[in-house]
């Protein structure tokens, strides 16, 4: 990986894939409790995807496009959804930590649990499971993707010193 | 009001420094002192629930705040789901008089250690990241020490293992750090993977993760035994009991101050899970006729490692030259010192010859009380003592003894200071250190007086580790480079203050604790069947 | 239980197996021994004057150095003769100490070694 | 009966190739493949815990019926997949900055001197 990045045939492509890479990933973010997936693993095929961008275009040309700095805002933002989710449970419905208290008492938006025959189900019938799984999927794309930034920067940084 | 709050005391006191770790990157965009204080405040609020649980627990029934909570001495929580739910299938915290005994160390320790990083991190770089990998530490070591489910002592194991590591590598310019850091994670890592396998092993065998239900079920067969084996060594390596204990000195020495009081609270954790594993998921298997000699072959393991293990802290910490290394292998010492307890008394199990009823004999017993009592005192003790290490390297920046000289001209408190962590760590009367000291000598003399033989002697050897240290570094003419040298700032001081008044009111009160903190602990210890009836 | 008994716990003893243990009584006698002495000390010669040879440091007849660096022992040379001594023992210990993380990989795996044997799994 | 045992060789042979690397590879990068190995090892092993014979994937949406393979094991593979990956990523960073200071890579140069 050179660090101004790969050819402009490579740069290309990347924009046409990222797209869809970034709905597969939210995709599989969004239908966490109804399809295999789930925050962890839809937000790693979305930072998989900024990961492919950092390569085709470098990580200088990327650092200056997004900071370490607001990444690690994002992670700190779906940590506390999550957690402010599970603290919900204490206040609400039925005052159990982690309490799924969209299904059940005054705040029942999101009606009853899926159906437990098989067939098709509903995307708003398991209450804080989908937002659990957004703010999960928030934290790993930011967490993920600072990592991946981080390292390629600091390798570029140590090729520079010894360059000299 | 306390009901409330007690009634949910085990969810708040992982969730609250979690919510807190989370939001300090947030606050300390605003302002740095703001979020100094905001690290203050939730860490003295855990503390306080921590402590609140845990007198709701240990207290005489007549004065407990809420003893509806508390059956049979022990609290449970079901995440999710409350009383409704099925505890076997759920997540569940189950505070038992152990736990209350452990969690009073980390609700001690961590409101220290960041008392103490006000001052001490004043002029660091990156304190934002450095507070939540604290905050979230300290989750980490509290969720360890009051969880009933197996799966989750591995998750929360794992948290504080990355978060110490991250914290020992803090001062990344420093390449000693970096590869302290490394180590431990390698180590750690690979404790957790083997005590992920046993936990597969049991899961697949009793089909729970429960340790209340694995506990209730479990036999004694090969693949149970290759389960407890892996289980006590992995935390065994992660408690740093010799000989792997080699990354303990390395991390703890190299780790700033601080972040050292908090990881000697997770490795107390990983003791804790010995115990657990031993006493309770295996408690009822170990302590009974048909696997007496088992056990008792358990227990003398145990007693030559923890030979083993003082021996070599305590002569590798009297050669040692690093300030900070030198009080981790007397740590190293101190570890080996609860393993002889706990080794001692599982050696003296017998069967009653008239009613066939097997049991721990009365001075092991006092071996449990005293070893018991000696984690609470050598996680204060040896607090004291990194904390009064960093206020050195603060002022003088300089860590290795051959440099330093002449400093107690320049530093009153700190030397104060330094003198009752040396006469507790080295258990001298009227300290802590004594008390459980001399509960291990004791027992262990009746069950054979070689061992409280060498465990004096090599308590004798730690007061001339630090009679060393004290001469090196604070006796002696005042050197032409410390000239200009100030006594730390007063966070810093007051993060010492609070240990040492914990210490200076256990010495001089033993009886207190050890009847109302330590025997309650002991008792839910060995009552295996209390913790399995929790669920 | 009231306030009172746990109160009344406060100057209790200690009870290990076969002993007892009360910081508040030793510290009682400790400060009587402490009296008695500083009462036979304030009966001692009184000939003791500041700012006189007196008060020098008797470094057995040698010449005390300007440089105060020079005349701190350093950690390094205290406990001389015991690291002497004990050349051999710690020849082996920092051969054992020698910081590679693959040797405490290495002991972890002996360790689980042994309690296979011992445990009688192996 | 052979077959069913075949998972399990493998998450032996995984683990014992993994302490392998760790014990007898000097460069910290195969150390830490080892590590994975070792954790691909133990996820491996919880997986063959949840599997039955003919059982299909829990999941209730459009399934075709029949037995389902126990999800908890799956979840537990889950958890512990996500932090070994917040390990390695871990691990990865400090061996960058073990290069940065010691120019080498190799294990048993990499230590304490004594000051």
Redesign the interface.
Known sequence: MSDAGMSKIVKTMTGVCFPFILIFGLYIIVHGHLTPGGGFQGGAVVASACAMILIAYGSIWTMKKIKEKHLSIFESLGALMFISLAFFGIFLADGIFFDNFLVKGAFSFFGLFANTATGVADINTAGVIPLMNIAVGLKVIAGLFAIVLVMAYATHKIKEVDDQ | MFEQILTHAPALAVAIPLLGAFLTPLVSKINGKLRNVFVVIITALTSFIVALLSYNILA?E??KFAPDLVKNGIQTYIFGAGSAGDPVVRIVFEVDGVNAFMIILAAILPLAAVIYSWGFMKDETGQDKYYTLILLLTAGMLGMMMTGDLFNFFVFLEITSIASAALIAYRVNNKFSVQAA??YI??ST??ALFVLFAIAILYGQYDALNMAVIAKSIQYG?LD??A???L???L??KAGIA??H??LP?AYGRAPSSVTVVIIGTTLGSFYGILRVGFTIFGEQIISESNLE?GI??GW?LVG?AILTIF?GV??A??Q?DFKKMIGFAAVAEIGYMVLAFGAALATMYQDSVTGITGIS??GL?ALK?GMFHILNDALDVSLLFLVAGAVYYVSKES???????LARNMKYTTIFFIIGLVAVSGL??LNG??SK??IY??TY?INPILAIVAILCSILLL?TFV??F???FL?????KFENVKEVPKSMLIGMLVLTCVIIFI??????V???IVTPAVTALQNASAYIGGI | ???ID?LS???????????F????V??TA?VIVFLIIYIIRGYGNKNYKKNTEQTKAFLSGNPEFED??K??????N??WG??ET?KG??KL?DR?????????????????G???I????L | MMAFQIPYLAVAGLIIIG?YA?????NLIK?IIGITLIESGVNLFLITLSFREGSTAPIYTSSPGGPMSLPVPQALTLTSIVIGVAVLALMLSLVIHIFKHYKTLD??K???EDN
């Open positions: 005489h007549s004065v490394f180590k390698v180590v690979i404790g090969l035994k290759i407890l084996i892996l006590i060594v992995a065994a390596m000989p792997m080699m990354w390395e088992v072959a358990l393991v490692l070599i002569l590798m009297l050669k030259n009365s001075s006092t005293g290795s003894l051959n440099r330093l000289g002449g009367p009227p004594f008390a001399l509960m004791q027992s009746e001339a060393k240290v001469y090196a570094a002696g003419p005042k050197l032409p010495g001089l009160f033993p009886n207190l050890v009847e109302n | 239980m009231s306030f746990s716990q406060l100057y209790e003893t200690l009870n290990t197996d076969s002993g243990w009360n910081p508040l030793w510290i400790f105060k660096e005349m701190h022992v350093k950690a390094k205290l406990y015991f690291n004990l023992l710690y210990l054992m100490h020698n910081g590679n993380t693959s040797d405490f990989i290495l002991w972890f795996v002996v360790i689980l042994i309690f296979f011992v445990l009688g799994v | 302490l760790v014990l007898f590879k000097r150390m294990v048993r990499i230590r304490e």
